[in-house]
């Protein structure tokens, strides 16, 4: 059984930029709850990949957006 996150990571092997940027904006614009884990594992991505400093940057982000 595949999961998830393993799902929405097939989906974009390959993917230019654009389509990335696309998924995301279109996740934004349907306002349909259904692509939430697909956000999720994106920002799990990021997380992870971001050094100390990035992740603090996102966080007030996410603090001054509240």
């Known amino acids: 059984m ?5 799902h929405i990571m097939n989906n974009f092997k390959g993917a230019s930029k654009d389509d990335i940027k696309e998924s995301i904006v279109a996740s934004f614009n349907d306002k349909d709850e259904i692509t939430l884990p697909g956000l999720g594992v994106f920002f799990g991505i990021l997380w992870n990949k971001s050094s100390d400093e990035e992740k603090n940057r996102i966080l007030d ?6």
């Open 2 to 6: 595949i999961s998830i996150k393993q």
């Open 61 to 66: 982000i996410l603090k001054d957006s509240f």
